[in-house]
């Protein structure tokens, strides 16, 4: 990629294929359905498969990165390789790492993943803000200065999350908001300070109703959203433009299993017809 901003790269790779991210994710079963064993070799045939599947279709991809580190160092070799061949076609990588850590600690993690010519350059990484929001500003700052992006975890659809993302804060400058809420606020300060513009992100759910966590969409800049949940998760692209609001407008699709359950000989069909829907839906 060029020395341009993450976000310039993300807004030309809506306006070239629209607005679907196609996960590259290596679940066994899922590997099973390809016809491949559960090894590091087939994790790196399977990713060039989806990766060849893309390339002229999608703009963007987002590899889970835990299905890659549970194979160990070959696993995170092939992950290496695959980065690098998505980057060199032309693709943004978002790689789902999720990490979540505290000031230096949390900047290794950032040079790892974001260090231009480093084995695991990506475009963007997601991050988790529940050791304190404050304590990734040393994350965001290293993208930036990389001309990287970020998406920081703020609604997530796992159930689990609920209770923690839908209490209330009762001190301090997002007092009387949900913690969700307050987590998106962050992002759009960011995002609104962050140069260059839209490099600064956040994660919600597609299948949450936002208001019930306390957060109304168009009360917000529109800030890149990374949305998982939609297609097998249950979530309509169709009724994008409704959940989101005001963010739809820079909304990322990201879509895994309604895609790749098509299988290796139906991949291509797959992503090629998917991408026209979305880039549809958002037009």
């Given amino acids: ?17 629209g ?20 090894t590091s070799v087939s994790l790196r045939e399977f990713s060039l498969r989806v990766i060849d599947a893309c390339v ?3 703009g963007i991809i987002k590899p889970q ?53 480093w084995n695991l350059e990506s475009d ?11 304590a990734l500003s040393q994350t965001v700052d290293y993208a930036l200065s990389h001309n990287k992006g970020v998406f920081i975890l703020a609604a997530t659809s796992n159930p689990e999350a609920a209770l923690l993302q839908t209490a209330q804060i009762t001190q301090g400058i997002h007092q009387g908001k949900t913690i969700a809420a307050a987590m ?29 966590l306390g957060i109304q969409p168009d009360d917000y800049p529109a800030l890149p959203v990374l949305a998982p949940g939609f297609g097998f998760q249950g979530a309509r692209v169709e009724d994008a433009q409704r959940l989101f609001g005001n963010l ?26 998917r991408a026209g829907e979305v880039a549809s839906a958002l037009a």
């Fill in 1 to 17: 990629m060029s020395e341009v901003g993450f976000g310039d790269h993300l807004q030309a790779a809506f306006q070239q294929f």
């Fill in 19 to 38: 607005h679907l991210c196609v996960g590259i994710d290596p679940h066994p079963f899922l590997l099973n359905e390809w016809e491949f064993d559960d």
């Fill in 56 to 58: 002229g279709q999608v």
């Fill in 65 to 117: 990165v835990a299905f890659y580190e549970r194979h160990g160092a070959k696993g995170m070799e092939a992950l290496e390789y695959i980065i690098r061949r998505a980057r060199e076609a032309g693709l943004l990588v978002i790689s789902d790492c999720k990490r979540g850590d505290i000031g230096s600690t949390m900047e290794a993690y950032a040079q790892a993943w974001l260090t231009p010519g």
């Fill in 124 to 134: 963007a990484i997601t991050v988790s803000p529940y050791l304190g929001s404050g």
């Fill in 184 to 212: 998106l606020s962050d992002v759009a300060r960011w995002a609104t300070e962050a140069t260059p513009q839209n490099s600064v992100g956040a994660v919600l759910g597609a299948t949450l109703d936002l208001p019930s």
């Fill in 248 to 273: 739809s407008t820079n909304l990322i699709v990201s879509e895994t299993r309604s895609v790749l359950s098509a299988g290796r000989d139906g991949v291509v069909e797959s992503v090629t017809r």
